[in-house]
């Protein structure tokens, strides 16, 4: 098989299984496959290596195994604040969405975590369909996996957090950042007036409905726990449309 030529090594990002340990790590097994059969790496050759939790470093390939690509080296090559952290870092945005079927729910997760993302919370509405209601350890695995893709293709640093399905009224029970914001195609406030408040918040959150909409007693339920209902667009929008135009907006905003 001929040797790859696709341009310096050292440009890709590739996931480690675990930060580096006297100069020293692994691959992650989900990018063991990609570097051995696509890339094809070779002792000697060098790649940045990402952890989630804010660091890359620059690591050249020491052994390749085979079922382990070793590396060493680990010099940093970037870190980032955790988002909301204060001090200049991105606002930590909390999503507490009605997730929509299996297919778009990941397009979706994949290009929030683009945007910037840092919590994701499955929302269980009234009007949640079966498929927003449990978050399976084969669901959750494939949506960590698109994220650790994302973070690579997009230059970030941080993996989201993924918490468990929660109903609304356990969310609202925990008590809301003070930036809290649900969309409502019905609502006066616009969503971009309230952009601009939230990224200067640590912890802005946002929630969006199911396909069937909120009820009335769950808006009403929002608004009493401190939430601001937003237009987002004078359409009634699909679940990862609202959701990924609205992180749109907040990422333009935070530039």
Known sequence: MPRRDSGPAAEQRLF????????RAELHPDDLDH?????????????????????????????????????????????????GSGGGAPPAVKLCVA?????????????LVQLGLDTLVP?????????????????RERL???AREALKQSGRLWLPRIAAP?????????????????????AS??????SSKAVEAHEPALFVGPEGGWTDAEREALVRAGATPCRLARAILRIETAAEAALAVL?????
């Open 35 to 83: 570097a051995l059969r696509v890339l094809r790496l070779e002792a000697g050759d060098e790649v940045i290596g990402l952890d989630g939790a804010g660091r890359a470093w620059r690591m050249r390939v020491a052994s390749v195994e085979r079922r382990a690509v070793v590396l060493a080296g680990a010099e940093v090559a970037a870190e980032a604040p955790r988002p």
């Open 144 to 146: 960590e996996r698109i």
């Open 251 to 255: 990422a333009a905003v935070d530039v």
């Open 123 to 139: 929302l269980i509405a009234e009007r949640s369909g079966p498929h927003a209601r449990e978050l399976s350890p084969h669901r």
């Open 189 to 194: 406030a616009s969503f971009l007036e309230w």
């Open 166 to 186: 929660e109903g609304l009224g356990e969310v609202l029970g925990r008590g809301l950042p003070q930036e809290t914001a649900f969309l409502d195609p019905g």
């Open 16 to 23: 480690l299984a675990h930060a580096p340990e006297r100069g």
């Open 99 to 111: 997730l929509p079927k299996p297919a778009p729910a990941e397009e979706m997760f994949d290009r």
